[in-house]
């Protein structure tokens, strides 16, 4: 081997940068319990739901208790795991360290994980796989002001954070325990956009599930890249506000409203490709959807208890 030539007087050897040490990972249990304790919370908030939508309290109650009950375990989980297996510290343990930085990152994270979102939605599109909204019950109460200041609060604050804790923090240095990261960043979103699965959507949850695991594979991707939540959280953010400010103001009625039109021009000038048109713009629609599952108890508690308001005017 030849040996490195010696130093000039008062110059030292060059050496090849240091490379970016691995973060530290957790044991694969420390995932398994992340997804059970997310999903069994997310099951039972819904129940929750149901035991106490008729008793008519003010919707922000209702607010407070399932995000309480849909995302409070899940914090303590994250805590539990980091104590048990970790160093105590979550900034070390699952990168919750958020920077100044992750303002100017988290757009461009955004605008990737939109990205990811859109090449998803043109294989589910051209494959004819069904797809599903989980915005739809929104229509039904933008008007309660009090409702959809919770709701933004909700989707814009706590789902973010939690979720990118879960998701990207304790599941994805669980897996990393036992896998390679490009696997590990497959897996992780996978395991997001199931989490979003609902009965009461049928087979459109395939499509669904298919375009939010495309999302979380762009902010696993970012997670990866930075070693940190804060760039992910920032976008997972921009991602439901963006959603939510079109759904609410009635945007996304105007161009449901305008494909329609265009639909019935295709229909009649091009009956060949009217098809096409069709599930674009079926799309189009279905693909508003919001990163928090526990929005749906949400959105259901929102109508349900404007109804139950309504139902007392009436008597």
Not at 238 to 247: A, K
Not at 248 to 259: E, I, P
Request: charged fraction near 15%.
């Amino acid at each position: 081997m030849n040996a490195l030539p010696p130093p000039l007087p008062g110059t030292a050897h060059w050496a090849p940068p240091a490379s970016k040490p691995e973060p530290p990972t957790l044991p694969i249990v420390a995932a398994y319990g992340a997804i059970a304790v997310l999903m069994a919370s997310l099951v039972a908030s819904k129940y929750l739901l149901d035991a106490v939508v008729g008793f008519g309290w003010p919707v922000v109650v209702y607010v407070a208790l399932l995000a309480l009950a849909a995302y409070g375990p899940s914090l303590v989980w994250c805590r539990v795991a980091s104590r048990r297996w970790g160093t105590g510290d979550l900034g070390v343990d699952i990168g919750l360290q958020p920077r100044l930085a992750d303002l100017g990152w988290g757009p461009v994270v955004w605008l990737c994980a939109i990205g990811a979102q859109i090449a998803v939605a043109a294989v589910v599109v051209g494959l004819g796989i069904p797809v599903a909204s989980n915005t739809d019950t929104l229509n039904e109460v933008r008007d309660d002001r009090t409702y959809v200041i919770a709701l933004v609060i909700t989707a814009v604050v706590a789902a973010p954070i939690v979720e990118e804790m879960v998701f990207r923090g304790v599941v994805m240095r669980g897996l990393r325990s036992r896998l390679s990261i490009v696997p590990v960043v497959v897996v992780q979103g996978v395991l997001f956009g199931a989490a979003h699965f609902d009965p009461v959507r049928g087979t459109g949850n395939l499509g669904l599930v298919m375009v939010l695991a495309g999302v979380g594979i762009a902010f696993g991707v970012a997670t990866a890249i930075f070693g940190r939540l804060g760039p992910a959280i920032v976008a997972h953010a921009l991602f439901n506000g963006v959603i939510l400010l079109v759904v609410l103001t009635g945007v996304a009625d105007r161009l449901q409203d305008s494909a329609s039109a265009r639909e019935e021009v295709a229909i009649v000038d091009q009956p060949d490709v009217a098809d096409t048109y069709g599930q674009r713009d079926a799309y189009r629609a279905s693909a508003i959807s919001i990163v928090g599952e526990g929005l749906d108890g949400l959105q259901r508690a929102g109508a349900e208890d404007r109804d139950v308001v309504e139902c007392g005017e009436r008597f």
